[in-house]
């Protein structure tokens, strides 16, 4: 449609989750009227993100070495290991002040129509971690719709012959949303109301 460097970034941002054709569009024309720093700024961001953040090797957390600052972390509990599926609910989980236990950022959902199956998330590597018999609880915190539901279940068959107790979030969260949706204080009741799903 247009020209160009234009078309290429609008092409680009609409490449992001969320953005549609508009929204792309208008980005694109906003950031063609900011002033040249903030622009900057903003590139400034995009490439020192993809050279300095990495992945947690244990937990798979975003870290800014091999482990994140909760792995690296002597004074959380070795015991318990909260599953996420992305490194936001981490944040909304530290929010609540509920849990000081290690987390596993599975990187996703179990998605048959988008294609996601167990293979594609981190699931081997949790596996890894529940091994040698440190971890007795496994708390699932998936978020509260059809996906995450359905990687919970996954998830406790799988761990819960292992004789680790496996627990899952309180209901009360929003149904059909993200974990990160919930306020503080719902997700850190649901955290203290979790209940055991085998083991
Ligand atoms: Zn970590």
Redesign the pocket.
Same mark, same amino acid.
């Given at each position: 449609m247009y020209e160009g460097a234009v078309q290429d970034l609008i092409d680009e941002l609409g490449r992001l989750p969320g953005v549609g054709p508009k929204s792309a569009q208008r980005i694109a024309f906003h950031l063609l009227a900011a002033d040249a720093a903030d622009v900057r700024r903003l590139a400034d961001a995009l490439t020192e993100v993809k050279a300095r953040v990495q992945f %947690?090797?244990? &937990?798979?957390?975003v870290?800014e070495s091999e482990? %994140?600052?909760? &792995?690296?972390d002597p004074r959380r509990a070795d015991d318990v290991i909260c599953v996420v599926e992305e490194p936001k609910d981490v944040v909304a989980i530290e929010r609540t002040r509920e849990f000081r236990g290690?987390?596993h950022?599975l990187g996703g959902a179990i998605n048959p129509i988008e294609n996601v199956g167990p293979d594609d998330l981190r699931i081997s590597q949790l596996m890894t971690r529940l091994a040698d018999g440190t971890v007795t609880e496994v708390i699932l915190a998936t978020d509260p719709n059809i996906e995450g539901e359905a990687t919970a279940t996954y998830l406790s068959r799988l761990i819960a012959p292992m004789g680790v107790t496996v627990s899952r979030l309180a209901s009360g969260l929003p149904v059909g949303g993200d974990l990160e949706y919930a306020d503080e204080v719902t997700l850190g009741r649901a955290f203290e109301g979790r209940r055991v799903v085998g083991g």
């Open positions: %947690c090797e244990t &937990c798979g957390n870290a482990k %994140c600052r909760i &792995c690296a290690r987390y950022v």
